[in-house]
């Protein structure tokens, strides 16, 4: 399972992947993966990445390392669209230059970040 989610690009690294599978984050065909977990053509995996969702379809099975061009060959996904930008809450700026925050204002940022 390692080797296939970094070969897809779907996390960036090997380890990334296997981190992902322990954690509890990537599912294939609604059951737990193990990080040594096999996929066969049709089956469906789920993972949950930086906060997105990815479902991917295997399309066709590699046996060796391989580029990422042709890696994505060997995929069909199915995520739901990123969540446009507008959805995103509103970060806490404050204007260049003005010095350290306050007291009264630190409060506030702890506030707005939910502390």
């Given at each position: 399972?390692?080797?296939?989610?970094?070969?897809?690009?779907?996390?960036?690294?090997?380890?990334?992947?296997?981190?992902?599978?322990?954690?509890?984050?990537?599912?294939?065909?609604?059951?737990?993966?193990?990080?040594?977990?096999?996929?066969?053509?049709?089956?469906?995996?789920?993972?949950?990445?930086?906060?997105?969702?990815?479902v991917?379809?295997?399309?066709?099975?590699?046996?060796?390392?391989?580029?990422?061009?042709?890696a994505?060959?060997?995929?069909?996904?199915?995520?739901?669209?990123?969540?446009?930008?507008?959805?995103?809450?509103?970060?806490?700026?404050?204007?260049?230059?003005?010095?350290?925050?306050?007291?009264?204002?630190?409060?506030?940022?702890?506030?707005?970040?939910?502390?």
């Open positions: 399972m390692d080797r296939w989610l970094w070969a897809v690009r779907v996390t960036k690294t090997r380890s990334l992947a296997t981190d992902a599978c322990r954690g509890g984050h990537v599912r294939v065909n609604g059951h737990p993966a193990k990080p040594a977990a096999t996929v066969r053509v049709g089956d469906r995996v789920e993972a949950t990445l930086a906060g997105r969702l990815r991917l379809e295997v399309a066709r099975v590699i046996d060796k390392r391989v580029g990422a061009p042709l994505a060959e060997c995929y069909v996904d199915h995520s739901p669209p990123p969540p446009s930008s507008h959805d995103t809450p509103a970060v806490f700026a404050r204007d260049r230059g003005a010095g350290r925050p306050t007291k009264r204002d630190r409060r506030r940022l702890d506030r707005f970040r939910g502390g």
